[in-house]
């Protein structure tokens, strides 16, 4: 069966950095572009970044763009999230999904497996 499975969440400071992994298995990695989404207490989950099949493009929200850098490896079925310059509106629960069928603006696709999500906390 289909298992993502996120690590590398943790707690740290405002400025800080942490890389989120993820690591796929039970189908074919290359079929579905990934994609990493959140959820603060309290709030709806939201898009944060995607990664194409490939590898060759990639999509961030506004709130992340220039901080957080998504990447893949296909040969090892992973995708990362690097995070840098954290802040405390980042705190939340982080979650890798394989999705597809992209918006114009990459921002909204279809989700079609979730992995289980892993807590990052930035203190002020």
């Known amino acids: 069966q289909v298992q993502l499975v996120e690590s590398g969440g943790g707690l740290v400071q405002t400025g800080g950095s942490l890389r989120l992994s993820c690591a796929a298995s039970g189908y074919t990695f290359t079929t579905y572009a990934m994609g990493w989404f959140r959820q603060a207490p309290g709030k709806e989950r939201e898009f944060v970044a995607a990664i194409n099949w490939s590898g060759r493009k990639t999509y961030y929200s506004d709130s992340v763009k220039g901080r957080f850098t998504i990447s893949r490896d296909n040969a090892k079925n992973t995708v990362a999230l690097q995070m840098n310059s954290l802040k405390p509106e980042d705190t939340g629960v982080y979650y890798c999904?394989?999705?597809?069928?992209?918006?114009?603006?990459?921002?909204?696709?279809?989700?079609?497996?979730w992995g289980q999500g892993t807590q990052v906390t930035v203190s002020s």
């Open positions: 999904a394989a999705v597809s069928s992209p918006s114009s603006s990459g921002t909204v696709w279809e989700t079609d497996y």
